[in-house]
């Protein structure tokens, strides 16, 4: 099976942070400054599909690389999650965390963050 993500960590090239059973790297085509991707590094397709042990490690590293992020790229938001399914969005199918560090004015109007996935007509 030829899968990019887990090419990547065969690589181990790109890789910013990582532990014993998760891995960062940034995202090829970002779409912030900083956008960065966790995985695991045992191939699963979705977030749904992590063991106990596996979801502590991508959340654990979360934290680590929301500090290289800060420090690199003073962020002023962020927006974590996971794409699930390709009706959910999802492109690359080895499960995978997006932190996406947000900026002052970088949309007109950020309220709603990911809850504005799915256009709602409705104000909330
Ligand atoms: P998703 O649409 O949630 O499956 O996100 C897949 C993400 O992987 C996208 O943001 C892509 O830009 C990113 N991506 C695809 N190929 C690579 C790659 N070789 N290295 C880094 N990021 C990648
Ligand atoms: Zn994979």
New binding site residues.
């Given amino acids: 099976m030829d899968c990019?993500?887990c090419?990547?960590i065969k690589d181990n090239k790109?890789i910013i942070a990582e532990n014993e059973l998760a891995v960062a790297?940034?995202?090829?085509?970002?779409?912030s400054k900083g956008?960065t991707?966790i995985i695991p590094r045992r191939h699963v397709e979705t977030y749904f599909d992590l063991n106990e042990e596996e979801m502590k490690a991508i959340f654990n590293l979360s934290q680590e690389v929301k500090k290289i992020l800060a420090k690199l790229y003073k962020p002023d938001g962020y927006n974590v999650g996971?794409?699930v399914g390709v009706d959910g969005?999802?492109?690359?199918?080895h499960c995978?965390m997006?932190v996406i560090p947000r900026y002052h004015g970088d949309a007109l109007n950020p309220r709603g963050g990911i809850r504005k996935v799915v256009k709602n007509e409705k104000k909330y």
């Fill in positions: 990019v993500f090419n990547i790109v790297f940034y995202d090829n085509f970002p779409v956008h991707l996971f794409n969005g999802q492109t690359v199918m995978h997006h």
